[in-house]
């Protein structure tokens, strides 16, 4: 196993883990990719409250990592920090390697709509993080007949799916 690679100074190891992909999957809504960097980048997604999503990670290793580390910590106004954390295992350098974590429920009631801000991080048993994504997105009240009711007084509309 190589020494851990010296780091920029940003916190982020420069070698190891690139991610290449993040998404947010669910069987009622389809397939969200997050974007990684760029303009989109900064930009909410709405999610309705109450569904069931994945989180979708694609990436890249250049070197062996062992006890690879996947943690999201995702904090809505007035509420407290929810953070998860899934053990990956180790990876041979190479890829690209894709993993569907378990399936959760997003928050349910008027009261947990509104923006959240999730942080997510890819680390190694070392503690050494490899990467780092920003996200916010909205959580948004459903109705009865499964429409979203819009923010700001807009129209509702109905989730989108693939069919």
């Known amino acids: 196993m190589p020494a851990p690679a010296p780091e920029d100074g940003s916190g982020i190891a420069t070698r190891a883990v690139e991610l290449t992909e993040l998404a947010f999957v ?3 809504l389809g397939t969200f990719t997050v974007p990684l960097d760029g303009e989109a980048a900064g930009l909410s997604h709405e999610l309705p409250e109450g ?11 250049g070197a062996d990592t062992d006890g690879l580390v996947f943690e ?5 106004q007035g509420e407290e920090p929810v953070a998860r954390r899934a053990a990956l295992g180790g990876f041979r350098a ?15 009631g008027r009261a947990h709509c509104g923006t ?9 048993v070392a503690g ?4 780092q994504v920003k996200h916010r997105f909205t959580l948004v009240r459903r109705l009865p007949d499964a429409a979203i009711e819009a923010p700001d007084g807009h129209a509702a509309r ?3 799916g693939d069919g």
């Open 94 to 108: 190479g890829g690209p390697y894709e993993i569907r974590l378990p399936p959760e429920r997003l928050p349910l």
């Open 116 to 124: 959240y801000d999730m942080t997510a991080r890819l680390s190694d």
């Open 128 to 131: 050494i993080e490899h990467a």
């Open 158 to 160: 109905t989730p989108q």
């Open 72 to 76: 999201t910590v995702r904090v809505g």
């Open 26 to 28: 669910s069987d009622e």
């Open 51 to 61: 569904a069931v999503v994945s989180i979708a990670l694609t990436f890249r290793l």
